[in-house]
């Protein structure tokens, strides 16, 4: 299996703030990677795929780059509804396998 | 606009099978693309269980191999998962999603709990 390691776990930031995730991948997954935002009792909704392809109807302050075994994803302006829990999915291999997450917290 | 719906039983005994289903409007599943399961314990991440290509391949999480069935039944346009000899490590949200190779997970279902307890 490919094994994500997402970094930091949790991180503390406040509104206007550009911040910075990333996931590390095992092996290399050319640009099969999607990130994920995630608020308290809600499906993830999907933010990035292919990496650095925004999915339609989410705000530009996302944007994803990356490929092969190191990926990240950065919030240029922190706006309050920001504050959520992020996640990195790789699919390109089966089992496909998430990062641990990210909890964004308000500073 | 794809939509999907898990339900199933919100309560499961130790040992017994978990079974749920998801059902798809929108999008007939066996037009394509992948059909998954996802799973998160409380407070816990995300965990693939495993997915299904209608008429294709079937792929298990190799932590649940041995317990996990997803199978498809086109007629009701839905998907199932069946997970065996559960335990209370297995209550969680269970969630179902259409799965693209090229762009991954979406959508995604609203999740429903299953609590493992006698």
């Known amino acids: 299996d490919i094994q994500m390691t997402q970094s930091p776990s949790s991180l503390s930031a406040s509104v206007g703030d550009r911040v910075t995730i990333t996931c590390r991948a095992s092996q290399g997954i050319r640009s099969d990677l999607g990130w994920y935002q995630q608020k308290p009792g809600k499906a993830p909704k999907r933010l990035i795929y292919a990496a650095s392809s925004l999915q339609s109807g989410v705000p530009s302050r996302f944007s994803g780059s990356g490929s092969g075994t190191e990926f990240t994803l950065t919030i240029s302006s922190l706006q309050p509804e920001d504050f959520a829990t992020y996640y990195c999915?790789?699919?390109?291999?089966?089992?496909?396998?998430f990062g641990q997450g990210t909890k964004l917290e308000i500073k | 606009q794809v939509q999907l719906q898990e339900s199933g039983p919100g309560l499961v005994k130790p040992s017994e099978t978990l079974s749920l289903n998801c059902t798809v409007s929108?999008?007939?599943?066996?037009?394509?693309?992948?059909w998954g399961w996802i799973r998160q314990s409380p407070g816990k991440g995300l965990e693939w269980i495993g997915d299904?290509?209608?008429?294709?391949?079937?792929y298990y999480n190799p932590s649940h191999k041995s317990r996990v069935t997803i199978s498809a039944d086109t007629s009701k346009n839905q998907f199932s998962l069946k997970l065996s000899s559960v335990t209370a490590a297995d209550t969680a949200v269970y969630y179902c999603?259409?799965?693209?190779?090229?762009?991954?997970?979406?959508?995604w279902g609203q999740g429903t709990l299953v609590t493992v307890s006698s």
């Open positions: 999603a259409r799965v693209s190779t090229m762009s991954g997970a979406d959508p």
């Open positions: 299904i290509y209608v008429g294709g391949s079937t």
């Open positions: 999915l790789q699919y390109e291999s089966h089992p496909h396998t």
């Open positions: 929108g999008y007939s599943i066996s037009s394509g693309y992948y």
